[in-house]
């Protein structure tokens, strides 16, 4: 039975549905529905459910408070006048049929005139054969969810919603966790999943995204449901009652709320630039990189791959051997209009065929000065063909900066001024990086692959001393990205300055001046070492934390001979560090050694913790620095594999002894290409710019769209620095289209100054550009948070 202090409210005569929208007068009240198809005695939860929700009521600021009404009399729904009274519903009901036609008609009549709906645990379970009520519920039940109580953890991804904006991100809690026949995320709004690692759910186990508790406009008013409360103890929790009473804030519209920003229809990606003319690049290059002015426009550069018409040189006795252009396009958005505003002669026209025959190098990065507005300045990050030395096959790779005319968008080449350069080998692909980044000092960020062979250590380390083309290693990352002395296989900082020439901050890996026996040296520009191939970094303009992807070896499968699959990382990175590679990948988990005179006979397992560069190509420090674990990883058996280890911290790389730490995670041909963390910017005057929701999220994504990543993550900014996991994850797939016409190969993106999100899809072929390489928008046509500012409950 009810509590006494919570009498039944019998319903008068019915009526029609006779209010003015939206429902609820001068006093705001709750209407709490009981009811249940299911005989016996009442439920404790039904209880504990109506003195926690009176206490909400009765308690909080003045101002959003609110009286609480409860029945089990579904006649109330059939009256009109009655319901008109009530600000918000809320069904904390056994299930079943409880509402007759008639009584379920008053309920739509209710919610068509603006009213509000909270659903608790159970309620998914009631008016089972009523199409209508699952969409006001959001999700139903399956027959599989385990029925006793688990303690989980509820990861809490909306920071904004009231319902859980003060809840820990993380949320350890015991309750009846529900299975849902049909996932809802997409056309509701999630502000809250379980993590299905941290309990059992049976069969019916719904995987890495299993929502718990969600909200939507619908039909006219509010729904919010939580699959939580299945216990009479949640209602003792305080969290519990603080996650009700956001919910309640909301239907009563006593507060405003967004539950519509991750709902999929509330997207339009639109392609942006059209396909080239014949032979032409005219539109767009090779995509590889993009970057956004202040005022909107955005430049993007191709690599250098030509239209497949085009010819490409592969034969080194030819002085155009690889000769490419490398292209900058813009895009202004007030003309809609692209200009191709010049074009580079790089190395890097070459493709297809084998290891000595490809090649990745040409115009691999972009960026704009912070004073852009004022001096134009555009810094490439490139390979040019003038360097070019085909004996030994040598290149020469460099940062420069050039002037954009501001008024025509094109771009003085006779103003290049070269900050930096360094060789790479080009006898053998590949791994050239490209990407780059400022901070909020001044300082430049640039990716550097390991100008490494990807073959030749069986898709594991890449660490044979052995294969040299006149004297030069190009299959021993240990010469590059395991090497102080090297550029290769880093992100390197720099300060540039006005007169073109560079400075050294303070807090990089090394000074430049550190020295060993033997002669082993350092560079001082180098910031992170042990990267493989980071295509893309970003810089959250917050806080100034560095955010890194990049892709890992070719081994389908991990080995106990010589160590992990492929493991391509993001990684966050609040500090100077090395992040492995070619000794440790994901967290910290160690390769094979080897070395001459046999590199096909596995020594001994690196240490991640006292990592030694002992190839014979080092000219760099023997002794590194620890190598610090990375926070996402993934092989195509899934996403972040771990290992049981032995006393000496050796996994055992057994696949039947694997342990999935981020199960929403999964490879195959993979290619990790990091994303930005948004920032949201209430004075951005477009009402399609991403709202709020996404404030913080970080955004990682893969080159190809099948079940590899294209995520929103949360992490924890405690643990984040020394390889802590993500928190929590949602898919972006519908919303960032994948698809052979959507967005499928996914090159780079970043966020504009007018909050949409700008995209480059690479196109369907390689070391070309195609109909499908194309330039995207993708923006957000949801509207702003509910109620309307005019239809709060309590305005002024």
Known sequence: MPTASAQPDPAGPVTTMSVKSPPGGATVRVLLFYGSAAGGDESPVVNAGIEAIEKIGQSGPAGQRFTVTATDDASVFTNGTKMGRFNSVVFLTGGGDVLDPDQEAGLEAYMEAGGGFVGIHDAARAEPYSDWFTGLVGARPAASSPTGVQRATVEVGDRQHPATKDLPVQWKRPDQWLNWVKNPSGDVHTVARVRESTYKPGDGANGGDHPVSWCRDYDGGRSFYTGMGGTASSYDEADFRDHLRGALLWTTRLVRADCKATINGNYKAERLTQANQPGQNDQIGEPHGLVSAPDGRILYIGRGGADSSQPVVTDWNDPDVGKGKGQIHVYDPKTKKVTLAGELTIFGNKGGGDELVKVEEGLLGIELDPKFEQNGWVYLHYTPHSQLDRDKQIAERRVSRFTLDLTTNKLDLSSEKV????????????????????????????????????????????????????GVSFADARRTAGNTHNLNGKILRIHPEADGTYTLPEGNLFTGKETAEGGGKTRGEIYVMGVRNPARISIDKKTDTLYAGWVGPDAGEPSTTWGPAKYDTFAVIT?????????????????????????????????????????????????????????????????????????????????????????????????????????????????????????????????????????????????????????????????????????????????????????????????????????WKVTYTGGGPTPAADQLARKG
């Open 575 to 775: 500090k100077a560090s090395n992040r492995g590679w070619p000794y440790c990948m994901g967290n910290k988990q160690p390769y094979r050694d080897r070395n001459l005179p046999d590199p096909s006979k596995p020594l001994g397992w690196y240490d991640c913790d006292h990592p030694k560069n002992e190839s014979p190509n080092n000219d760099g420090l023997v002794n590194l620095p620890p190598v610090t674990g990375n926070n996402i990883w993934y092989s195509p058996q899934g996403g972040a594999p771990d290992y049981p280890r032995d006393a000496k911290g050796v996994p055992s790389y057994k696949k039947d002894e694997a342990t999935y730490l981020l199960p929403w995670l999964k490879g195959g041909g993979q290619a990790a290409m990091d994303g930005p963390v948004y920032r949201y910017d209430a004075s951005i005057p477009n009402a399609d710019k991403w709202p709020g929701y996404w404030d913080g999220k970080w955004f990682v994504g893969d080159f190809y769209d099948s079940d590899q990543p294209r995520n929103a993550v949360v992490m924890d900014p405690a643990t984040q620095g020394d390889g802590g996991l993500p928190v929590h994850s949602e898919s972006l797939k519908k919303i960032v289209p994948v698809g052979n016409d959507g967005i499928k190969n996914l090159m780079d993106w970043k966020f504009g100054p007018d909050g949409a999100l700008y995209v480059l899809d690479y196109g369907r072929g390689f070391f070309t550009s195609d109909s499908k390489s194309a330039l």
């Open 419 to 470: 900050l930096l350069k360094w060789p790479v080998q080009v006898h053998s692909c590949c791994h050239a990086g490209g990407g780059m980044a400022w901070d909020s000092k001044g300082n430049l960020y640039i990716a550097t692959g390991d100008n490494n062979s990807s073959q030749f250590s069986d898709g594991y380390s890449g660490n044979n001393p052995q294969p040299n083309y006149k």
